[in-house]
């Protein structure tokens, strides 16, 4: 396994980051800022998120993604994990929002992650189209925080 830091050409990740937030406009407002950190395992890409600095105490993942036939095998933990470390003594706080999925909600949470806010009808107000993961739509963002 192999954690790549991109810093150009950064539009080459966007077709993973669309499994994260299917609204590529959404992707555009916050890559150009962003590092991503791209997983590779036996040279193939199979996972991605998407960083940036808040503030001086904060760093945010904007996005986290693992291609579907590379899920459940640890891959996007290891990128949380080498997330925390290496911004750790730089940083406070990691935090991310996210919809209410209850299975995406319980992944963070059992990663450290505790919820702080919500975002109320985020994903109605800043999307062109409705949202909806495992049937249901999605409306508020919820905000986790995890100290570093
Ligand atoms: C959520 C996601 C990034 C996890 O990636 P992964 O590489 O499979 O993660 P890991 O192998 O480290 O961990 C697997 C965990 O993800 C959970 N999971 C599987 N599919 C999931 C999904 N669609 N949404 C949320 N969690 C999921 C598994 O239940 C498992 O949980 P557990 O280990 O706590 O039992 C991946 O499922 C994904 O890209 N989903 C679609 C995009 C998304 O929902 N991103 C999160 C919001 S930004």
Redesign the pocket.
Known sequence: MQIKKISTNKTDYTDILL???EDEKMINKYIKQSTIFALYENNAL??ACAVIQTDNETIE????????E???????????NFVCNKYKTEFKYLI?G??E?N??L???K??GFQETHRIKNFFIDNYSHPIF??GKQLKDMIYLKKIL
């Open positions: 499994i994260g937030d199979t996972s993942i904007k996005n986290l993604a693992t291609y579907p590379y899920q459940n095998r640890g891959y996007a933990t290891a990128l949380i991310l996210t919809g999925n299975k995406t319980e992944f963070y059992k990663r993961e495992d």
